[in-house]
Nanobody, 125 residues
Framework: QVLLVESGGGLVQAGDSLRLSCAAS????????MGWFRQAPGKERESVAN????????FYADSVKGRFTISRDNAKNTVYLQMNNLKPEDTAVYYC??????????????????WGQGTQVTVSS
């Protein structure tokens, strides 16, 4: 069982930065690949970034490549999403998720077994 709690969302202006954090419970955090997803009103949940268990491999959606950075600190049971040069189209609820198997890459939401409650990110123009 993995309990995930996101934090760090907020209201910012276009061009600003935010860092999201996702704190995980349990002693097996380092065995899970982690992902960040987002969902805007009226849209499907989409993958933003994910990272393998060790942090040695990452994957990004094309829409955020070069602006967002995913990282993890297994000693702190935490995964981060650094978001730079935010755009209004980044506005969404951001969720972190844990996946028991696999590395970094194209994984659908269905492959993740645990989810956080989400944190709102709003970017004004």
């Amino acid at each position: 069982q993995v309990l995930l709690v996101e934090s760090g969302g907020g209201l910012v202006q276009a061009g600003d930065s935010l860092r999201l954090s996702c704190a995980a419970s349990g002693r097996t955090f380092s065995s899970y690949a982690m992902g960040w997803f987002r969902q805007a009103p009226g849209k499907e949940r989409e993958s933003v970034a994910n990272i393998n268990w060790s942090g040695s491999s990452t994957f990004y959606a094309d829409s955020v490549k070069g602006r967002f950075t995913i990282s993890r600190d297994n000693a702190k049971n935490t995964v981060y999403l650094q978001m730079n040069n935010l755009k209004p189209e980044d506005t969404a609820v951001y969720y972190c998720a844990a996946r028991r198997y696999g590395g970094a890459g194209t994984y659908t939401p269905e492959t993740y077994g645990y989810w956080g409650q989400g944190t709102q990110v709003t970017v004004s123009s």
